[in-house]
């Protein structure tokens, strides 16, 4: 039988009871393409290490960055509004939308302090500085403001 798709997904995924294993490796909120999620590029200069991570579809207010014992982790929160099934509006066939969150951990050292790092997050794209140090401050956990 042939089944509508959009972008090499198939539209009635949820109704079709042999597909129960495979949507079950599946990620809820990214689906597919969770494996290509936040995406990083780090590039050395000098003085220090530039990520540019993607995350498009992520606010600046639900994207955080934590440094603790020299491991730097980028995580988003993301939620989606209560799903209401409108008469008026129709009925949903398919959700591909859902509330979840991502991280990724990168280490950065134990010398790299909250302050040394700046982050600035624009169109999509969160652009973390990291810089270059012999110090060792006394590890804690600490937070790092993003632009």
């Given at each position: 039988m042939f089944l509508p798709t959009v972008f090499?997904?198939?539209?009635i995924d949820e109704f079709d009871p042999f597909r129960e294993f495979?949507?079950?490796?599946r990620d809820k909120l990214f689906g597919n393409r969770a494996?290509?999620?936040?995406?990083?590029?780090v590039r050395e200069t000098d003085k220090?290490?530039?990520?540019?991570?993607d995350m498009p579809g992520f606010k600046k207010e639900d994207i955080?960055?934590?440094?603790?014992d020299g491991y730097l982790t980028v995580s988003a929160v993301k939620s989606h509004e209560e799903k209401t099934q409108s008469s008026e509006k129709g009925?949903?066939?398919r959700q591909e939308r859902w509330s979840g969150s991502v991280s990724r951990t990168f280490f950065v050292g134990e010398n790299v302090t909250e302050e040394d790092v700046k982050a600035k997050y624009e169109n999509?794209?969160?652009?973390?500085?990291?810089?270059?140090?012999?110090?060792?401050?006394k590890p804690e956990?600490?937070?790092i403001a993003i632009e």
């Open positions: 090499g997904e198939n539209l495979e949507s079950s490796r494996g290509r999620l936040m995406k990083t590029d220090s290490f530039e990520l540019d991570i955080s960055a934590e440094l603790k009925r949903y066939v999509g794209i969160l652009q973390v500085s990291v810089p270059k140090k012999n110090v060792l401050p956990k600490k937070m």
